[in-house]
């Protein structure tokens, strides 16, 4: 089945029937993960961050951004907090913080003393310290597919901060199988992700 805009449409009928499959693929992921049971979230939150401390070991020794968890997306803070207890010269967990609208995210350092606001949706970031450059991103998803291609919450943050560091820092795309979708039928502003790590394993885009 075609899922490509329907004849006769106007190009701006078009650029809406596509913002509203996305926004429905984002608001599916977003219900599927919420209505997950505590333990059940815990236990798959578990398994990720087995997975990428299995798979991507040098991590434990690069500066990684991650994201405080929201609406349930997986919770990376017991790996983060596990790395910085092992010491490794040259680890820092960093977390995002939003400067300004339509601009690229800039990174603060996080350990479990770091004081912490709350943003404009309720997330927490550190509103002091001298940005950090990440090596590495731990991005979450609402949806992703097997190219390599997620969807956020739209605001398109991660996608710029991508473009605008060099070198590129590496990127993981981190959720549950549960938001796996077909096609998120990616634009020309969506940038593929180096991996996605769910529960039931790892993919690599190269």
């Known amino acids: ?61 690069m500066h990684v951004a991650f994201c405080w968890p929201y609406k349930n997306e997986p919770d990376l803070r017991p790996l983060l907090a596990q790395w910085r ?13 939003v400067v300004a609208p339509a601009t690229p995210l800039a990174f603060r350092a996080w350990d479990d003393r770091t004081p912490l606001a709350e943003d404009r949706y309720g997330i927490p970031y550190p509103p ?17 597919d097997a190219a390599g291609f997620r969807l956020g919450y739209g605001g398109g943050f991660f996608d710029r901060t991508l473009d605008a560091l060099h070198p590129r820092p590496l990127s993981i795309g981190v959720g549950f199988e549960m938001n796996r ?21 790892i993919m690599h885009f190269g």
Do not use: W, Y
């Not at 002091?128 to 992703?144: M, Q, R, S």
């Open 85 to 97: 207890a092992t010491g490794r010269p040259g680890f820092a967990a960093l977390l995002p913080v």
């Open 1 to 61: 089945m075609s899922t490509g805009p329907k004849p006769g449409l106007r190009p701006e009928e078009a650029l809406a029937a596509r913002a509203g499959r996305r926004q429905a693929l984002r608001r599916q992921g977003i219900e599927r993960r919420m209505a997950l049971p505590p333990p059940t979230h815990a236990a798959l939150s578990t398994r990720v961050c087995a997975l990428i401390q299995q798979h991507f070991p040098e991590l434990a020794g």
């Open 181 to 201: 979708v077909e096609t998120i039928r990616p634009e020309p502003h969506d940038r593929r992700l180096d991996a996605i790590v769910t529960e039931a394993g």
């Open 128 to 144: 002091e310290g001298e940005f950090v450059c990440p090596e590495a991103l731990l991005i979450p998803v609402n949806a992703f």
